[in-house]
């Protein structure tokens, strides 16, 4: 990966962290003030719970790729240690499902004419579900790449006591 892919990618992490956690904190200033601003027909404590939970996921993801560049930047990212951040991004977007299912539950009961946008809430929670199990997919690869490397490394200190 290049030193200008890595300096983009790590720029936009850090302005989504940032952002993130400036929501975040914004969010539970409301919460624990009392000043909502909104007055609307929604359970909004449980929604701004729900969202503050939400975004807590979405930044241990970034973590955990800014952890991952940071891997590929230094040639490491082949090995064991890269799988607890590949595990941390796949929780990571398992925890968002769940919080978007929460948040399907929260709106159902204000839908009751039209069950549609609880459906449709509720296909977008298994799509997810299912980038959560692509991600887990691409970790199997990067298990099966590891062991090579680790049976090519194996395989070249014995032909080095061969020659």
Do not use: H, K
């Not at 940032?18 to 624990?32: D, E, F, I, N, R």
């Not at 955990?64 to 560049?69: F, G, I, N």
């Amino acid at each position: 990966m290049g030193e200008l892919v890595v300096r983009a990618l790590r720029a936009v992490l850090a302005v989504v962290f940032t952002g993130s956690v400036l929501v975040q904190a914004l969010m539970l200033w409301v919460l624990v003030s009392g000043n909502d601003p909104e007055d609307g027909s929604l359970p909004l404590t449980s929604l701004r719970v729900v969202t503050i939970l939400g975004i807590g996921a979405a930044q241990a993801a970034v973590v955990c790729v800014w952890r991952l560049v940071t891997m590929v930047r230094r040639g490491t990212v082949f090995s064991p240690a890269a799988f607890r951040y590949v595990d941390g991004i796949i929780g990571a977007i398992v925890a968002a499902a769940v919080v978007w299912f929460a948040v399907a539950a929260l709106n159902a009961p204000g839908q009751r004419d039209d069950p549609g946008v609880t459906l449709i809430m509720g296909g977008i929670g298994v799509a997810v579900l299912g980038v959560a199990l692509i991600v887990f997919v691409l970790r199997t690869l990067l298990a099966q790449a590891v062991a090579r490397d680790v049976e090519a490394a194996r395989m070249q200190a014995e032909l080095d006591e061969v020659i």
